[in-house]
């Protein structure tokens, strides 16, 4: 029985809520601005050109226009300011709203009864309101039903003439059924829109993480983090903002491979890479440049801040229990930049790297000869 009731009203997931509440308040609030404009001008044109022939109505335009002049600036400020305001007031005020024109129309529907056996006018309200704006099917069933119980508790008051009011009830119950009906799939086709918007656009992010990330690490990619180095000289050279690249590559990784086998291996790999993650800041661009070899873009950092990075990475991998009691280490090279462009900087970056693993692995070999050596 509840999943039927939730079917029916139609239930947002929590993880959803608050960002399509804030989307379908935004529209919301556009609709009632502009309808609130047009009533206001239209209202208040009709009280003047037709005033005293209006059916005892003079009052209801006349009041109808004041409201929506007054409601006109109080929605545009809280359209401009409903991320400070709150999503909650927002729906309380956009309730109101929408419940006070309701009420305007049931009464512009009844008073005239005498005259015209009508209720168009709160009908168009109904619908008027079920099309164009996305209410909650649960807040729209209070909102309907509130103006159903108005009109048949003062329709009796205006049409006096049995049948006239036993088919008017008839049809106003029949028309309230039918805008819930329709507020509540508009409703939910505005949903399923979100929804549909928000798989597109976590499919395209995957896609381009695909494109741009190596699949077994989650790091860039070679050719991204050659990419991004070349933007971060463009940058270097025009700013003269320190720019560093190290490289780094998993010494003896191939005995790992030998004695542990492939599977142990790719895992030795990404502990690396998740080491350089928690390492490297937000800033700094990390990729997998092939293999066993990985590349840190270092933006905004010179030489001695580097080294003290590479340190902290070299500790941290030569301290990792990685699986099977593995026992790995790193050689890297740190070149900073002096105008090269990004081919010359990865050259000497990988110079370094080499020339770290010559002199006996684990170690940190930077710029012009500079090293470090870490046991």
Not at 83 to 92: P, T
Not at 254 to 276: F, M, P, T, W
Request: charged share 25%.
């Amino acid at each position: 029985m509840s999943r039927l009731i939730k079917s029916v009203i139609t239930r947002v997931e929590p993880a959803d809520r608050e960002e399509f509440l804030h989307d379908v308040l935004r529209e919301n609030y556009l609709v009632m601005i502009i309808t609130a404009a047009l009533l206001a001008v239209s209202e208040t044109f009709i009280y003047i050109s037709f005033r005293g022939r209006l059916f005892d109505t003079d009052g209801v335009v006349l009041l109808f226009a004041v409201f929506n002049t007054v409601s006109l600036p109080i929605l545009a400020f809280i359209y401009f300011k409903i991320e400070r305001i709150g999503c909650r007031i927002a729906q309380a005020a956009q309730f109101i709203n929408a419940m006070g024109v309701l009420v305007f129309c049931c009464a512009l529907a009844l008073i005239p009864q005498k005259e015209f056996e009508s209720m168009h006018i709160y009908v168009i309200a109904l619908f008027a309101i079920a099309a164009f704006l996305h209410l909650h099917p649960l807040h729209s069933l209070v909102l309907y039903l509130t103006g159903f119980i108005i009109f048949n508790a003062y329709l009796p008051l205006y049409q006096t003439n049995e049948q006239a009011l036993l088919i008017m009830r008839i049809n106003v119950t029949i028309m309230n059924i039918a805008a819930w009906g329709l507020g509540r799939l508009v409703f939910r086709m505005r949903l399923t829109r979100f929804l549909d918007k928000r798989t597109i656009i976590e499919q395209n992010r995957k896609l381009a993480d695909m494109a741009t990330r190596d699949p077994m690490t989650g790091l860039l990619n070679h050719e991204t983090a050659y990419r991004k180095l070349c933007d971060e000289v463009v940058r270097s050279r025009r700013y003269g903002h320190p720019l560093t690249v190290m490289m780094l590559d998993i010494d003896n990784f191939k005995s790992v491979n030998d004695n542990h086998g492939h599977q142990a291996g790719d895992r030795v790999i990404r502990q690396v890479s998740e080491i350089l993650r928690e390492n490297c800041r937000r800033t700094d661009h990390a990729g997998r440049y092939g293999g066993e070899e990985f590349i840190c873009i270092l933006t905004d950092t010179d030489l001695p801040d580097s080294i003290a990075l590479a340190e902290r990475i070299l500790k941290a991998v030569g301290s990792e229990d990685f699986d099977e009691n593995i026992r790995v280490t790193v050689s890297i090279g740190l070149y900073g930049y002096e105008g090269e462009d990004a081919d010359e900087m990865i050259g000497e970056a990988d110079k370094l790297l080499y020339k770290a693993k010559s002199a006996g692995k684990n170690r940190i070999e930077a710029g012009a000869g500079v090293s470090a050596a870490v046991s």
